[in-house]
């Protein structure tokens, strides 16, 4: 899933995001990037943030 659309339908999910060190959120390039795409850039493990996404 991109972040934008993420962020479109769940816009409270944004803390998760922010917290996990992804800080560019806010960024237009981030809105088409996938949650994948974008913990690979920051080094975060996908697995830890989707599982937070999905509680």
Do not use: F, W
């Amino acid at each position: 899933m991109k972040i934008g659309e993420l962020l479109e339908v769940a816009p409270e999910k944004v803390d998760i995001l922010l917290d996990a060190g992804m800080h560019c959120v806010g960024c237009p390039a981030s809105q088409d990037e996938t949650i994948e795409e974008a913990c690979m850039v920051h080094g975060i493990d996908v697995e830890e943030v989707v599982e937070a996404l999905n509680k």
